[in-house]
């Protein structure tokens, strides 16, 4: 992860009511987290990433496509967007305007398509996500056959 993945995170973290934001692997290693206040506790995130894996890998299994899941709990809520090869999750406050969320999310995936897709132009002579704008478009998973 670089300070472009940090800055995404920055700008997720800027919005009212978003208490911690994580990128996470697929595999559920948490690639990168940062938290407001400190409330939540790293080995908390840790699992939840690990939980959102599981998660993850268990509807993958069934051949669903997930892109974005928003869980509602007593206290808090959790977004999380999927990518080919992670998730991002934010935690906000109950009380927070989760459509700007949602927004925020949308903003986030196409800033993350095009992260990946540097990275794989550095390998490659070609982009790799050719078409993507803005995060409009669905992303398929590749799937060994």
Do not use: H, W
Not at 54 to 67: C, E, G, V
Not at 86 to 100: A, D, E, P, Y
Not at 118 to 123: D, T, V
Request: charged share 25%.
């Amino acid at each position: 992860m670089d300070n472009k993945d940090k800055s995404i995170i920055d700008k997720i973290l800027k919005i009212a009511g978003v208490n911690a934001c994580a990128v996470s692997s697929l595999d559920g290693e948490v690639l990168r987290y940062e938290t407001k206040d400190g409330g939540i506790p790293p080995n908390l995130i840790n699992k939840v990433s690990s939980e959102i894996s599981k998660l993850f890998a268990s509807y993958s299994i069934s051949s669903i496509d997930i892109s974005s899941l928003y869980l509602n709990f007593e206290d808090m809520n959790i977004i999380i967007n999927g990518f080919g090869s992670g998730f991002i999750f934010i935690v906000s406050q109950k009380n927070s305007n989760v459509n700007l969320l949602k927004m925020e999310t949308s903003y986030l995936e196409s800033e993350f398509v095009k992260i990946v897709n540097e990275s794989l132009m550095g390998i490659t002579s070609k982009p790799f996500a050719e078409g993507i704008d803005s995060g409009e478009q669905n992303f398929m998973q590749k799937k060994d056959e």
